[in-house]
């Protein structure tokens, strides 16, 4: 089976930084996404990481180290409006096609 | 439309009857995908089709689920005989492709569903 396993809840104040990790074991991989899902709301795609590095994107940054099995989000300058959901999920190799979420991280921006 | 649309946003119904859920995907994406996310959990695949015909279902729970998608375009996911363990939100997705190794996915609003 699939195991990608995440902190289930995280806090963190505003304007600061968070980091959100995840740690993966997989039958295979191609390529690991990282979403945002606001309460009721569909899940938004955030970022991809296939190759190991680090990706950034304006305020959100992910990293990928494959031989460890291992990604995170990293938050800068956060906002209210960041509180949400983050899931990781894995795309394995074998099934290219579809994507094996973790349970999610829900970050919680205190003033 | 602009996004993947499902319908109906809410179903509720009764255990042991059949439902049937729908979704319309982006226009020109020709990968569609139907996950289930329970309360607090991350969503969990369920199948993927690719044009009309289903790549994968290996994530359909047992034969009381089934998902159609006949011109490779609008899919419907089909329970019957529905138990309160179904109780859920059911998300469609679509992408471009399902072949390419960059594979955004761009997920609906979804479909909760209710089983009394």
């Known amino acids: 089976g699939q195991n990608i396993d995440q902190p289930t809840e995280m806090t963190a104040t505003e304007g600061a930084i968070v980091q959100i990790n995840c740690t993966y074991q997989t039958s295979g991989f191609n390529g690991l996404f990282w979403y945002q899902q606001h309460a009721g709301e569909a899940p938004t795609f955030l970022s991809y990481?296939?190759?190991?590095g680090l990706e950034e994107k304006g305020r959100f940054s992910s990293f990928l180290s494959r031989s460890k099995g291992y990604s995170y989000l990293l938050l800068k300058e956060l906002q209210m409006k960041d509180s949400a959901s983050y899931l990781c999920a894995v795309r394995p190799f074998r099934r290219a096609n579809n994507l094996f979420f973790g349970t999610g991280t829900r970050l919680t921006v205190i003033p | 439309g602009a996004g993947v649309s499902q319908t109906p946003s809410n179903k509720v119904t009764e255990k042991g009857k059949y439902v049937e859920l729908r979704c319309d995907p982006i226009?020109?994406?020709?990968?569609l995908y139907w996950y289930r996310q329970s309360l607090g959990q991350g969503p969990e695949f369920l199948i993927y089709f690719q044009g009309t015909g289903a790549a994968d279902d290996s994530g359909l729970p047992n034969d009381r689920f089934f998902a159609v998608r006949p011109e490779g375009s609008v899919s419907t996911l089909k329970i019957q005989r529905t138990e309160r363990g179904d109780s859920a939100v059911y998300l469609c997705?679509?992408?471009?492709?399902?072949?390419?190794?960059?594979?955004?996915?761009?997920f609906g609003p979804g479909t909760r569903l209710t089983v009394l």
């Open positions: 990481n296939v190759l190991d």
């Open positions: 997705a679509s992408s471009l492709s399902g072949s390419a190794s960059y594979n955004e996915q761009f």
């Open positions: 226009s020109g994406h020709t990968a």
